[in-house]
T-cell receptor, first 110, second 116 residues
Framework: AQSVSQHNHHVILSEAASLELGCNYS??????LFWYVQYPGQHLQLLLK??????LVKGIKGFEAEFIKSKFSFNLRKPSVQWSDTAEYFC????????FGQGTTLQVKP | DTGVSQDPRHKITKRGQNVTFRCDPI?????LYWYRQTLGQGPEFLTY????????KSRLLSDRFSAERPKGSFSTLEIQRTEQGDSAMYLC??????????????FGPGTRLTVL
């Protein structure tokens, strides 16, 4: 079945560590990809998106993601995490509607 | 606040009762989406409207679920004869779009439904 997969369900890091969250999708053709974040007690908000062009996309709060078409991947990265990055992160593909992965909970220890 | 709003934020009901949720999108957005999120999962698509037309419904949306957007502005999602499995967070999102053009969806805070 076509889907979006996030490999890491729960990640625990110390402040200043580097972050990479995996996301793979199984849709062919043109794909538009998103990373959304949900901070504790807040609603989903967009971190970054890829529609076309440069496969390295920069988003808010120092996050970036790289679209690798041959690997069907769109991994999220941040060189140095902060305690305030503690949140749930969702990768999504848009095919009319958003199709989300199951999410990764990131816990950053101060 | 000009974001997406949802009402109520929390709803506790007994099995078999009907519930209705409301979503007010960002005013100029023509597309409105409903999603459902359960614990430990990403949001799952339920249905979407472009203006007042309901363009797509998920197979997740049983006959007990109905959604409307009568004037192309706010939308309601009704669940009839609620079951414990309906307990979830119901999310609304809105966006601008036309044809195959899809833009960022802005999400509301959600309505958390608990069916006892």
């Amino acid at each position: 079945a076509q889907s979006v997969s996030q490999h890491n369900h729960h990640v625990i890091l110390s402040e200043a560590a580097s972050l990479e969250l995996g996301c793979n999708y199984s849709y062919g053709g043109t794909v538009n990809l998103f990373w959304y974040v949900q901070y504790p007690g807040q609603h989903l908000q967009l971190l970054l998106k890829y529609f076309s062009g440069d496969p390295l996309v920069k988003g808010i709060k120092g996050f970036e993601a790289e679209f690798i078409k041959s690997k069907f991947s769109f991994n999220l990265r941040k060189p140095s995490v902060q305690w305030s990055d503690t949140a749930e992160y969702f990768c999504a593909v848009i095919k009319g509607k958003l199709i989300f992965g199951q999410g990764t909970t990131l816990q950053v220890k101060p | 606040d000009t974001g997406v709003s949802q009402d109520p934020r929390h709803k506790i009901t007994k099995r078999g009762q009907n519930v209705t949720f409301r979503c007010d999108p960002i005013s100029e957005h023509n597309r409105l989406y409903w999603y459902r999120q359960t614990l430990g999962q990403g949001p799952e698509f339920l249905t979407y409207f472009q203006n007042e037309a309901q363009l797509e419904k998920s197979r997740l949306l049983s006959d007990r679920f109905s959604a409307e957007r009568p004037k192309g502005s706010f939308s309601t999602l009704e669940i009839q004869r609620t079951e414990q499995g309906d307990s979830a967070m119901y999310l609304c999102a809105s966006s601008l779009g036309a044809g195959e053009s899809y833009n960022e969806q802005f999400f509301g805070p959600g309505t958390r439904l608990t069916v006892l």
